[in-house]
C-alpha cells in the first residue's frame, strides 16, 4: 500500500558520546536559522539560532554550524545524555518572520 | 522561565462544526504565530500576527480559519466549518519581535481530531 507521512533518519548514539545532526535547507536567501527539540507530545523547544553571517555558534554543551556555501547546518550536542532523545529540527527564515522547518531526525540516545 | 501556554490540549469535533484553540503569548511577545503538524509531517507554517492584524499568511490558511487577540493576554485560531483534514497538532508561538533574528518560542500544543 501507499506510504504516508515521513520516515525520519535516526541517529542512535551512546551515552556520553558526541551526537552529529545534519540539516540541508533548501533557500540561498534564508538568512536565520534555529535548532529545535521536540519530545513526545510536547511542543518544538528552541535549542540554538544563527545568522546568516555567522558560520558557528556556540551554547550550553551544543554548537550549530553554518555552510552557506552548500546550504548545510548541523547541531552538534557533546556528552549527549538519555534527556536529549527527541526529534530535532532545523527551521529556516528567508523573509518575513515564517518559520520553514526541516523534515527532522530521531536521535535515540542508548544507555 | 515564561512559556506560551495553550488550551485545550486535546479537541475532538464533528465535521462541520466550529473549533476555537486558545494560546496565552509570552507576556512582552509582540508578534504571534500559528502552526500546525499533520501526524507524521512537517511543522507548516499558518498564519502571523502583529498589532492586531495578520502579518503573513500560508495558502493553507484560508477563509475557513480567523485569528484574534480578543484581549491583552489570549491569541486564538478559529477555525469556522472543520473539515477530516484539519486533524492535526497546531501549535502557537510568540517572539520578542518579527525580524528574522529572534528565535519563536512554541507552547506544546493542540490535538485537534476531526470525527
Known amino acids: 500500500g501507499e506510504s504516508v507521512g515521513l520516515h525520519l533518519p535516526t541517529l542512535s548514539v551512546q551515552e556520553g558520546d558526541n551526537s552529529i545532526i545534519n540539516c540541508a535547507y533548501s533557500?540561498?536567501?534564508?538568512?536565520?536559522f534555529i535548532w529545535y527539540k521536540q519530545e513526545s507530545g510536547k511542543g518544538p523547544q528552541f535549542i540554538i539560532d544563527?545568522?546568516?553571517?555567522?558560520d558557528k555558534r556556540q551554547g550550553q554543551r551544543v554548537t550549530v554550524l553554518l555552510n552557506k556555501t552548500v546550504k548545510h547546518l548541523s547541531l552538534q550536542i557533546a556528552a549527549t545524555q538519555p534527556g536529549d532523545s527527541a526529534v530535532y529540527f532545523c527551521?529556516?527564515?528567508?523573509?518575513?518572520?515564517?518559520?520553514?522547518f526541516g523534515a527532522g531526525t530521531i536521535l535515540r540516545v542508548k544507555s | 522561565e515564561p512559556e506560551v501556554t495553550q488550551t485545550p490540549s486535546h479537541q475532538v469535533t464533528q465535521m462541520g462544526q466550529e473549533v476555537i484553540l486558545r494560546c496565552v503569548p509570552i507576556?512582552?511577545?509582540?508578534?504571534f504565530y500559528w502552526y500546525r503538524q499533520i501526524l507524521g509531517q512537517k511543522v507548516e507554517f499558518l498564519v502571523s500576527?502583529?498589532?492586531?492584524?495578520?502579518?503573513?499568511k500560508s495558502e493553507i490558511f484560508d477563509d475557513q480559519f480567523s485569528v484574534e487577540r480578543p484581549d491583552g493576554s489570549n491569541f486564538t485560531l478559529k477555525i469556522r466549518s472543520t473539515k477530516l483534514e484539519d486533524s492535526a497538532m497546531y501549535f502557537c508561538?510568540?517572539?520578542?519581535?518579527?525580524?528574522?533574528?529572534?528565535?519563536?518560542?512554541f507552547g506544546d500544543g493542540t490535538r485537534l481530531s476531526i470525527l
Open positions: 508561538a510568540s517572539s520578542v519581535r518579527g525580524t528574522g533574528n529572534q528565535p519563536q518560542h
Open positions: 533557500n540561498s536567501a534564508s538568512d536565520y
Open positions: 544563527i545568522r546568516s553571517n555567522m
Open positions: 527551521a529556516e527564515i528567508s523573509y518575513g518572520n515564517k518559520l520553514v
Open positions: 507576556s512582552n511577545h509582540l508578534y
Open positions: 500576527f502583529y498589532n492586531n492584524e495578520i502579518s503573513e
